[in-house]
């Protein structure tokens, strides 16, 4: 499952449809849930951590579903004026019980619509997404999200694997560029053929690719996930990419705010994007040692 499932209250009785609402878990985002009708939800989402905004990125799970019942759901403290929302994009859903016939996560969701609101903010109003959706399983556990998930977790054990490969051995070396704020390890590899003479290895070009610098964009990581498996395979095209180049590659650039699932900032509540110029290594760290 994409979160730890944590001990719940059991319901009052099976005639109780109220869902149950969780998102304690990595890279989870949702601050409160309010039953406004019987199958209808006003959502909250919690601000960047130390940010008083921010508010985009959704990753959460449901209990106690029903299934054939069509629910809505209304995240009410959304800040962008537009959103992809508007133009076909739906959220993501992950249900334990499709999972066990070896679903994953699916694209889901009905009567899509981003709009501004009635509820005030200094400099402007906050904007809504509302979307109906039907659980295809009673008392399932099923998770939402903005876009399908990357944890920090997810990169820790695919770059686990690659180092345990040994045909990697001589294409890929994986080092620590540095701690976080918070103690996590920021990693880099470097992918090149390193089966050749010093010297040649001195004179290749560099490449340096980074991503997810910010943490609601989840498909960069997906992105550099297939970037790294196609640079470390075995075709012909990245075996002269390997002779020719070296690839300086940092997977996750914002850790902490991937962690604890913020859409935009750092620990710090900064937009590590808009720090390169001057970045402060105790503040700033993975931009800082980054850009050295």
């Known amino acids: ?116 609101n009635h509820i005030k903010r200094k400099g402007g109003h906050y904007y809504t997404l509302t979307f109906s959706i039907e659980f295809p399983y009673d008392n399932d556990v099923v998770y939402l999200a903005y876009c399908f998930p990357y944890t920090y977790t997810m990169l820790q054990d695919y770059l686990s694997k690659l180092d345990d490969d040994p045909k990697l051995r001589n294409r890929m070396k994986r080092r620590t560029l540095c701690q976080t704020l918070s103690g996590n390890q920021v990693d880099l590899l470097t992918i090149t053929s390193f089966a050749c003479d010093p010297e040649a290895l001195r004179s290749r070009k560099g490449i340096v690719v980074s991503a997810r610098v910010h943490p609601g964009e989840t498909n960069a990581s997906w992105m550099m996930h297939g970037f790294i498996d196609y640079l470390t395979g075995a075709s012909l095209d990245a075996k002269v990419l390997r002779d020719n180049f070296v690839f300086k590659l940092v997977p996750m650039l914002n850790v902490d705010g991937v962690f604890h699932g913020n859409t935009r900032t750092s620990l710090s509540g900064s937009d590590l994007n808009r720090v390169w110029a001057r970045p402060d290594p105790a503040l700033y760290p993975t931009i800082y040692h980054a850009k050295r």
Request: net charge positive.
């Open 1 to 116: 499952p994409p979160g730890e499932l944590r001990p719940y209250h059991e319901l009052s009785g099976p005639d109780d449809t109220t869902l149950q609402f969780e998102s304690r878990f990595e890279s989870g985002n949702l601050r409160r849930a309010v039953q406004v009708y019987e199958f209808e939800y006003d959502l909250i989402a919690k601000p960047d951590i130390n940010t008083r905004g921010h508010t985009q990125w959704f990753y959460f799970r449901v209990r106690n579903t029903r299934r054939g019942i069509k629910y809505k759901f209304n995240f009410i403290n959304f800040l962008k004026p537009d959103s992809m929302f508007n133009y076909g994009m739906q959220p993501v859903m992950y249900s334990e019980r499709e999972a066990r016939r070896g679903v994953g996560w699916v694209r889901r969701g009905e009567e899509i619509c981003y709009y501004q």
